[in-house]
């Protein structure tokens, strides 16, 4: 396997295992080494969630966020896209669309003032 397929593997397994530490069980990884599965996410498990994972040291947020979104876009489910995303030495970070936290937060059921 090739260096960057095996740190991209590993980071989604990553990735899966602290969904799993939040309580989110069902998370794993798609089966994407067979091609084409339809199935275009990385990681899925969480319902109503496109998951795109990226585990580098230099990452175009805008590029992987614009990825997300269109392969979200082509599944048809309407899930919101995201990326959940760390260097070596950090936390997981998880980048979406402002519009899609609103209404993520909103259903915390803590109202705006």
Known sequence: MVNS?????AGELEWCKLCRVHGFKDVRRTAQF???TGEAADCIGLPGIHQEVKRVEKLNIHEA???A?????AEGKGNMPIVA??????K?????????WFKLYSLSGIAPD
Do not use: F, P
């Not at 397929?5 to 593997?9: E, N, S």
């Open 85 to 90: 995303h760390r260097r070596n030495n950090t």
């Open 34 to 36: 067979c091609g084409n």
């Open 5 to 9: 397929k095996r740190k991209g593997k």
């Open 69 to 73: 979104e269109r392969d979200a876009e």
């Open 65 to 67: 966020m614009a990825q």
């Open 92 to 100: 997981w970070l998880v980048t979406m669309r402002a519009e899609d």
